[in-house]
C-alpha cells in the first residue's frame, strides 16, 4: 500500500496506473513485450526497467516516459542531497513547505536525469555533435 505522505515509486505508479486502466498484469506484460515476473518485479520496485520497456510502459498507460519519472520520486534512504538536506534544516519554512520543495527538486533531478541518460542512448546510436557540455535546459 502507498503511504499518502510521500510521492508514489515509479513501480507503484505504474502499477496504479495499470490497475486503473484495469489491464491485468499478464495481460499488460504481453502487451508490454515483457515477462510477467519481469513486470511484477517492477512494479514492486525490485528491478528499474530499462528506458526501453519504460517507454513501452509508458505508451500503454497513455503517458510520456518523462512524465511517469516526473511522478514517480524515488526514494533517497538516509542519502539526501546537501539541498534537500538545507531544506530540512530551514527553520523558516513549515513542514507542508518543506515537502512541497523536497518534491520539486526531486522532479526536476529526475527529469534531468531522464533527460541526460535519453541523450547519452541516442548518442550510442549515432554521433551527436559536440554542444560544449551546454544543455537546452
Known amino acids: 500500500m502507498v503511504d499518502d505522505s510521500r510521492a508514489p515509486t515509479l513501480g ?11 489491464v491485468p498484469m499478464r495481460k499488460f506484460a504481453e502487451m508490454v513485450g515483457i515477462s ?8 514492486r520496485n525490485l528491478r528499474a526497467p530499462s528506458d526501453q520497456v519504460l517507454d513501452a510502459i509508458a505508451e500503454h498507460l497513455h503517458m510520456s516516459a518523462e512524465m511517469l519519472t516526473a511522478q514517480a520520486r524515488r526514494e533517497d534512504s538516509g542519502d539526501a542531497s546537501e539541498v534537500v538536506a538545507a531544506i530540512r534544516r530551514d527553520p523558516d519554512l513549515t513542514k507542508a513547505q518543506r515537502a512541497a520543495l523536497e518534491e520539486m527538486y526531486d522532479t526536476f533531478r529526475e ?21 560544449g557540455g551546454q544543455d537546452d535546459a
Do not use: F, H, M
Open 36 to 43: 510477467n515476473p519481469y513486470l511484477s518485479q517492477i512494479e
Open 111 to 131: 527529469v534531468t536525469v531522464a533527460k541526460r541518460r535519453r541523450g547519452a542512448a541516442a548518442g550510442d546510436r549515432a554521433a551527436a555533435p559536440d554542444t
Open 12 to 22: 507503484e505508479l505504474i502499477r496504479q496506473q495499470r490497475e486503473l486502466a484495469a
